[in-house]
């Protein structure tokens, strides 16, 4: 496109590269300064911009369908994935006053707060049991500070008969002793802003309490150890994949025709069969009782007893998902290694290079760009892949996927879950940007 | 001519199929000697580069042997037979840069540094390429890259190279250019080349001896000016320069010459060069400039009907029909002893019998 404007441009654009040609070609244009007019008297920009609207107009109409797609269903959701991660109206939207009064309360004074509070507090309380609303919050404020749940649920039963003429601390302090601690009104103030990092904080194992900010304890943290492992099993996944892949690739793309053919069946045939089904074949053959350990017994190399773990765990997970993304290695390394002429390998034998020497430092380097796009397309999918680790990986096998899955439809945390996938997000595009910087992208090819 | 025995290339009997039906060379014979330019040309398809790949080691003859210095190295690997070899499509490493490149095959022969770096330098020098030792191949022009893939190939002083249609896709110009180039390179150096190309004129500007190739046979072998001058039969006349020809029987043989009748019942007289005997079709060959306007005693005249004339400065180009035959091409000398044809016209041409060489009908 650049290239044509500019081609089209050349005319126009040659006079200001080129003072003396401009006089003498376009004369009239130079003598009063102007812009260039094309036959008609209009500016040429004018004109030309004129005549390419058309164009453009018809050119945005005709992807303006998949551009609305597009953004309904992946930006959209993405945008709305990252706003959850930090979104938090409820507190303020349920326990507006509550948190009006809180502004002048400092947690750091160790004394719960006083009776304006504890009076605006039942205002809203009031009108969110009505509403049925109380509990929602007592369960946003649970992820922050578990017990606080009950707490709220437990006023929202005793509300109505609270005596607003008499002190309401007190009458709150007696329905739960929880409401005199500073605790519960620090969480209800730190969360009392429309935005949070809390959800983010939850997601790398961090916690704010009095202190401020900090990592939990070793024992506590989840979603660090989850991001590592995901992490470190995608790249040696990636890794069998490319060990395995590369061969292969390697032969279809100088095997004759015919019998290179047959063996691009043999690699797309996974793509035809559920992944559910190959997945749970992998079970079938990874089992205790399972066809491998039968084998294994069977030739003796393992005995009874010691029949070998290779499921529900990670080497499960490594060896079925490595199955399931191999072609994603081997159809770029394919498509690359095609357009490589079989007139270098020869040209570094008859050098003098010997096969190894030929292949290592002629062939393998003219395949990166397809190693590297098998391995960021491999690396990508992994470190995103659910329903394998769910099914074969066991409890040492899952990934974080598994864990945001978890919260979206069983803990209904959605605002961590949101959080865990920003960071997955995250982490997509500093490993990319990292790619981009060590190998370069435009070494990638992916057909 | 170079006999067997101090041959530096040898091909016995050798046959080439790929797929078990069809003989893509079949039965070659050729000595190559020591220092020799060797051109292999003719049309696509003629087997050239399969030989040339058979002798580099990228293909196995499916019969016979090939030999060099003495040594059949049908069983030796491409990468021990130190052969140089300048590809089609170049085949410079696109990762490595030009300096890289040419250090290749010293590095993978485990030279030392400064050896490497003085014979990369002199290589260079060789092609007047110094100035682009740090150049990427895709940064290099089409003539540049081909000197670089000249360079490389003898940078590590092989006694045989190898060249396919290294110039196939230069410019005319650059084309003439290299092909001296490379010649003076060849002379400077000593080294034995085998060149291939379906350039007649590039075979006739740079080689020692020429073998035409046809349908995997070597059709003939000679030096240019013999191949050009003799050609032994109908498809070298044909494919060397520019060729009249005309179908004919042969009436008589009479010592060195023989008398032959066109279809239209006139008789002529001809060099008998490969020709069965009386009775037999002959497919005759005359050169265009040998053939003269107007009758002259002992040659061969005719009667022939201008059809066309193209004005060429020097010559003028004119198309005849002579004995049926209406792509029958004289050259007239642009001089003023020659009165101006026109076309439609009459007139008679005449050429020497011996200039006229009766070959295989084909
Ligand atoms: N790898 C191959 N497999 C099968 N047939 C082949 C192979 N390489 C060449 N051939 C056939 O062998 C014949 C000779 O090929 P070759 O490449 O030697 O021709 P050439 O003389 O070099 O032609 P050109 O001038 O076009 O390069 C052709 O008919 C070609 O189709
Ligand atoms: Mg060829």
């Known amino acids: 496109m650049a290239d044509r404007a500019e081609a089209r441009d050349a005319p126009v654009v040659a006079p200001i590269g080129n003072k003396q ?57 993405i945008g709305d994935m990252l706003f959850r991660s930090v979104e938090n109206e409820i507190v303020a939207d349920t326990l507006p006053r509550t948190v009006e009064a809180l502004k002048d309360w400092d947690p750091a004074s160790g004394q719960a707060p006083d009776e304006p509070v504890f009076r605006a507090l039942y205002e809203d309380l009031k009108v969110a049991v009505a509403e049925k609303k109380h509990t929602q919050v007592g369960q946003r404020l649970n992820y922050e500070k578990s017990g606080i749940s009950s707490v709220f649920r437990k006023t929202g039963r005793r509300i109505k008969r609270m005596d607003p003429d008499k002190p309401l601390k007190p009458q709150f302090v007696n329905a739960d002793k929880d409401w005199g601690d500073v605790e519960t009104w620090r969480v209800i103030k730190q969360f009392s802003p429309r935005f949070t990092d809390g959800y983010f904080l939850a997601a790398l194992d961090m916690q704010r309490d009095a202190q401020g900010v900090h990592l939990r304890d070793e024992k506590d943290r989840i979603y660090l150890t989850l991001f590592w492992r995901t992490i470190s099993l995608s790249a040696v996944i990636t890794g069998m994949c490319l060990l395995l892949g590369y061969p292969v690739a390697w032969l279809l793309a100088n095997l004759p025709a015919r019998t290179s053919n047959l063996l691009m069946i ?57 199955h399931i993304l191999l072609p994603f290695m081997i159809l770029p390394l394919y498509s690359v290694m095609k357009t490589v002429p079989p007139s270098y390998v020869r040209a570094a034998k008859s050098l ?26 491999c690396f990508i999918l992994a470190i995103g892949y659910y329903i394998t680790p769910e099914l074969v990986g066991g409890t040492s096998g899952t990934f974080i996927s598994n864990r945001i899955a978890y919260h979206i439809s069983v803990s209904l945390n959605w605002g961590l879950a949101a959080a865990l996938g920003s960071l997955l997000l995250i982490l997509v595009l500093a490993l990319y940007w990292a790619y981009d910087k060590i190998v370069g992208i435009d070494n990638v090819k992916l057909g | ?22 003989l893509v060379v079949k039965d070659l014979n050729l000595n190559i000697g020591r220092g020799e330019f060797l051109t292999m040309l003719g049309p696509s398809g003629s087997g050239k580069t399969t030989c040339l790949m058979m002798l580099a080691g990228f293909e196995t003859a499916t019969h016979g042997d090939i030999l060099l210095d003495g040594r059949p190295i049908n069983s030796v690997p491409p990468h021990k037979r ?15 840069t030009v300096a890289e490149n040419l250090a290749f095959p010293l590095e993978v022969r485990k030279m030392g540094r400064a050896q490497i770096e003085e014979k990369v330098a002199r290589a260079l020098d060789m092609v007047q390429m110094s100035d682009f030792a740090s150049r990427r191949p895709a940064q290099l022009s089409g003539g540049q890259q081909q000197r670089i893939a ?185 001089a003023s002893e020659h009165a101006a044809l026109t076309v439609g016209e009459v007139t008679t041409l005449s050429w020497r019998p011996e200039d006229c060489r009766a070959l295989d009908a084909e």
Request: charged share 20%; with cysteine.
């Open chain 2, 150 to 334: 000249v360079a490389r190939a003898l940078v590590f002083d092989p006694p045989l190279v190898l060249m396919d249609e290294p110039l196939g896709a230069l410019d005319k110009q650059l084309r003439e250019q290299m092909q001296f180039e490379i010649k003076h390179i060849h002379e400077r150096l000593g080294v034995t080349v085998v060149y291939v190309t379906h350039d007649q004129s590039e075979a006739l500007t740079m080689s020692d001896r020429i073998a035409v190739f046809n349908d995997g046979r070597i059709q003939q072998l000679d030096d240019p000016a013999t191949l050009y001058e003799k050609p032994m039969n109908s498809f070298v006349a044909q494919f060397i320069g520019e060729n009249n020809k005309l179908d004919a029987t042969v009436e008589a043989v009479e010592g060195e010459l023989c008398l032959v009748r066109f279809d239209n019942g006139e008789t002529a007289r001809a060099l008998a060069v490969n020709i069965a005997g009386p009775g037999s079709r002959t497919r005759l060959s005359i050169r265009p400039e040998r053939v003269e306007i107007g009758a002259k005693p002992d040659f061969n005249s005719v009667e022939a009907r201008v059809l066309e004339l193209i004005y060429l400065g020097d010559h003028i180009r004119c198309r005849m029909e002579v004995h049926g035959n209406t792509d029958f091409i004289v050259k007239v000398p642009n």
């Open chain 2, 82 to 96: 130190g052969i140089g070899m300048v590809f089609q499509n170049y085949a410079l490493f696109p990762h490595m």
């Open chain 1, 352 to 377: 003098g290079a010997n096969d190894w020497t030929a292949f290592w430092r002629v062939y393998f380097p003219q395949t990166i760009p397809g190693i590297g796009a098998g391995a960021i397309l």
């Open chain 2, 1 to 22: 001519m170079t006999s067997a025995d101090d041959a530096f290339v040898v091909f016995d009997h050798v046959q080439k199929s790929y797929d078990g039906e069809t």
């Open chain 1, 21 to 77: 040609a401009s006089e003498a070609k376009m004369s009239d244009a130079s003598a009063n300064g102007g812009p260039v007019l094309a036959a008609d008297g209009t500016p040429l920009k004018v004109s030309l911009r004129r005549a390419e609207r058309r164009l453009r107009l018809r050119a945005f109409l005709l992807t303006a369908p998949l551009l609305g797609f597009i953004l309904l269903t992946f930006i959209a959701p």
């Open chain 1, 266 to 322: 043999l690699v797309l045939l996974p793509f035809w069969t559920s992944l559910l089904v190959r997945t749970s074949a992998w079970k079938v053959l990874l089992q205790q009782q399972g066809v491998i350990n039968d084998l294994l017994v069977g030739i003796g190399l393992i005995d009874d007893a010691h029949r070998l773990a290779l499921i529900n765990n990670q080497t499960g997970t490594i060896i079925a998902m490595t």
